[in-house]
């Protein structure tokens, strides 16, 4: 009646403390997680989405299924979870601590009627002796024996794998610190990729899902940059030399390959992509019959003019409007400024368009006069495409996986073995009578029985 009236006063507690709600949450987050699996998710959505239809695009947003272990009602279901775990473990804890202190009653009246003749023994001894011999027995299998006499008997009591009563709070445990791994990786953690090219470093990345851009806190440099290509032209390996700089220092080293990641203060690099950029350009400046080469990459500057000048590569183009390789120049002297383009393939660009260069003066390669400048060409190099992660959750949930591991274990491998033995006078013999009791696994106390039956006839 007691009980009855605190579920009824109660309801909160009830509901949360419902096994059927666990199995409900499970069966929904088993659910989500198949459609986590079959939805792209993130950046691998959008191309996705763009081919549904826009009711089906406008569902998948609205519940944003294509984002689903962030969304709301994901987190929701995890923290229902979260309750109900905690609610259950808390309703039952005290009959399982019962359980587990439940002091062994040897001498409970029927214990011993009704045991299979194998477990009735006579010995010559007396009790005592027997006993005694029995206790080594009991301590050697079991642990501990606990020992009660009488004008007409003496009992003994041993027990082991009392622990297994609190199994399944250890995987009340375990799925908790997994959910709290996984919080803390949503809060803390990042998602981001950045393009390195070969020779080049960075110092950020670009978030995902256009969250901005986030400072690493040191330089990520790509030494170098290797491409192998099947007969088929499809890539067939693909690696980076990296190295990691902090303070101007390199502070570690290593190969990056795709499944082979490196870590640096707690941050993971994979090997995602690669591509090709324009890199280096070459240019020929020639002045009253002088030239001179020059190399530099988008955004580098080099002095001519005995360094009264200073000239700036603003961007490279690989085929600017149609009309080829193409580099912009800007030249800054004094506080004169100016800029244009030059051509790869400046001369048929004339040709097919007689006085281009008068009408668009940024076309003149010659506006620095008495400098010219000439694109003999641009050098390709490749760019490293990473991705660039920092989860710290991972320890806690590979903690409570571990913990997991060990609940189940607990409670489906291991069982409370109790071992009862009366030992008194019958027909002029010591009578040995053996029982057993346990919470699970039947099978596995007879042959912990046996067992002690027979260590019991070896030392006779």
């Not at 206790?135 to 009992?155: F, H, I, P």
């Amino acid at each position: 009646m007691q009980e009855e009236k605190k579920t009824s006063k109660n309801p909160v507690w009830s509901f949360f403390s419902s096994v059927r709600l666990t199995l409900f949450l499970l069966i929904l987050i088993a659910l989500a997680a198949i459609l986590g699996t079959v939805i792209p998710q993130q950046d691998a959505a959008g191309e996705a989405v763009q081919k549904l239809p826009p009711a089906l695009a406008g569902v998948l947003k609205v519940l944003q299924l294509n984002d689903l272990y962030r969304s709301p009602w994901f987190l929701l279901l995890m923290a229902l979870l979260t309750v109900n775990l905690v609610v259950c473990s808390l309703n039952r804890l005290p009959a399982s601590l019962r359980l587990y202190r439940r002091q062994p009653e040897p001498d409970r009246p029927g214990l011993y009627e009704e045991l299979p003749p194998g477990q009735v023994l006579a010995a010559e001894g007396t009790v005592e002796d027997e006993a005694a011999r029995m206790e080594k027995v009991l301590q050697k299998a079991l642990g501990s024996v606990e020992r009660k006499g009488s004008d007409q008997a003496t009992w003994l009591s041993a027990h082991k794998g009392a622990w297994s009563y609190f199994g399944v709070y250890v995987i009340h445990a375990g799925v908790l610190v997994i959910i709290l791994g996984a919080v803390i990786g949503s809060l803390l953690g990042f998602d981001g990729y950045v393009n390195i090219p070969e020779g080049g470093s960075a110092d950020r990345i670009e978030l995902r899902g256009g969250k901005g851009v986030m400072e690493l806190g040191f330089d990520v440099k790509c030494d170098d940059f290797d491409v192998e290509f099947y007969d088929s032209g499809m890539p067939k390996l693909y690696r980076s030399d990296l190295s990691f700089l902090k303070g101007g220092e390199i502070r570690a080293k290593g190969v990056l390959m795709v499944n082979h990641p490196l870590e640096f203060e707690g941050i993971r690099f994979y090997q995602s992509s690669y591509g090709s950029v324009p890199g280096e350009a070459v240019l020929k400046i020639t002045k009253k019959g002088e030239q001179a080469v020059k190399r530099a990459r988008q955004g580098e500057r080099f002095a001519i003019d005995e360094g009264r000048a200073q000239v700036e590569i603003l961007r490279i183009e690989g085929n600017l409007m149609r009309m080829g390789p193409a580099v912009k120049v800007g030249i800054t002297a004094g506080d004169k400024a100016l800029s244009f383009w030059v051509f790869r393939f400046i001369d048929a660009i004339e040709e097919q368009n007689p006085g281009i260069t008068k009408q668009i003066p940024q076309f003149n390669a010659g506006l620095y006069s008495p400098y010219r400048f000439a694109l003999e060409g641009i050098e390709t190099s490749f760019y490293t495409g990473l991705k660039v992660t920092r989860d710290p959750g991972v320890p806690v949930v590979g903690a409570g996986a571990f913990l997991l591991v060990a609940g189940f274990l607990l409670t489906f491998f291991s069982s409370h073995r109790q071992v009862f033995v009366r030992l008194d006078r019958k027909h002029g013999k010591t009578r040995v009578c053996i029982a057993g009791r346990c919470n699970r696994d039947p099978v596995k106390l007879d042959r912990e029985i046996e067992r002690i039956i027979g260590s019991y006839k070896g030392t006779t």
